[in-house]
């Protein structure tokens, strides 16, 4: 049996850089190193070369190594003769195709948990970090049926042992419930805080997630509250499911919107347009959820130099856009992603959409007031640069009332963790002085929600005093009463 050992370098530096390595024996069987950290999630098995070097044993014949860094590098295939016995070395080396962060653009996620079987937290933690090539990583504490998630034992707040000038990692808190029979299927739902300080609680209500005859109290919202006055970050997560998203967003409780957090979940945004469509501000976000199960990522663009603060900051602002590998940009009358144009009696919206993938794209597409109103593909020759990798994709749109843009593209090719390609730009706003027309179809689809949410609060959700009920009631009207305005307005 020969010993094969790779070294893995930047390109660009030359310098010895962490990777995730996936070796084939002449077999087709995986192999990696004794004790070696392995990535989680579907798709292609990788082990991770922490120091940039890794040593695995290999049967005779062709051996074939695949090496990864993040979305931000090539993945860099490499096939070799193994003999029957000696030593192989091979360098490997890996070059950027991207640099986000030269245009001061950010990657993150926003939502990761370990759970219960991972033995090595601290380990995971810092090798996911950087092998996925992040500049803020949320890990969140959570409470589901007192389970032992490995993640529970980091302490709120930044950690320094791991934060660096140019990654920071913060521990944060998702905040749940479930609740049976409720509408969406999450009960209340689950949001996310982030830069908080201390713990808010309960983290978890509700006899499914906690114990028997807990009640589904406090709402969610009264715990943003608590999460807002410490100066921290509130995002929803799970595409808005849970019957209070609507009522969190309407009534100014959310910063951000997380999009498709686990793998699992479809490339869908009908729930988000339609809160844009309401006039609420939730700029794009995403994160993985279950470990680092997905390539999925939010970019944020800083006025200033990287620093946590400047992430937050471009995040509340709508500097965003989510991806699971390429690279979006937009403007609107050369106005940047998240900027309000003033556009008194209407005008027209000069957009570009921007792009760079390493797979390639195969539509991108300009989305107004949550419709397509311009579409370019690769088969049809479109983007600009005549190829799908890179390009620009240019068009005309009236505006006659208030609303907003953003671009989205899709890929058919696949990334390691079996997921499609996809990337969504936050919105761009523009104000006519009249609202939207869909506005009133949007806040009166909130408005069923909210009422069948009412019902469930009456007949169905458990609390410990009529006082709790009439609370988290209350707390529901208001959110209705603000649709209704807007379903007049």
Known sequence: ?????????DAQTNEKIDAKVHVLDPGGNFVHPGGAMLKNGPGTPFFFAPDGEFTVNTGRGRTDILVERGTEYKPQRVVLEAPASGIVDTEIRIERWVHPQQNHWYPGNTHIHYDENETRPDDRLGIDCSVEGYNVTVVSILDRRQLPYASNKFPIGVMNDFTTAHHVVDIGEENRHYGEK??????????????????VQPVSRGHTLTAQFDPDYPPLCTCCDDAIDQGG?????????????????????????NLFDPFWMDPEYDLWYKLLDCGLRLPASTGTDWFVCSNNRVYVHTEKEFSYESWIDGMKKGRTFITNGPVIDMTVNDAPIGATLLMDGGGILEVEATFQSHYPVDAVEIIVDGRVVHRETAAGGGFDSGDAF?????????A?????????LWGHSRDSFNQSLYAHTSPTWFSCGRPSGNRPDSARFFLDSIDESLKWIDTVGRYNTDDQREEVRDLFRRGREAYAELEKN
């Open 182 to 199: 409720s509408p969406w299927g999450m009960g209340y739902g689950h949001v996310m805080f982030l830069n908080i300080r201390n713990l």
């Open 390 to 398: 890179s390009g620009s994709v240019r068009c005309q749109a009236v």
């Open 1 to 9: 049996m020969a010993t094969l050992h790779g070294t893995i370098i």
């Open 400 to 408: 006659e009332r208030d609303g907003w843009v953003a671009a989205r």
């Open 233 to 257: 970050l509130v995002i929803w997560c799970h595409n808005g499911r849970g019957m209070e998203a609507p009522v969190a967003a309407a009534l100014g409780k959310l910063d951000a919107f």
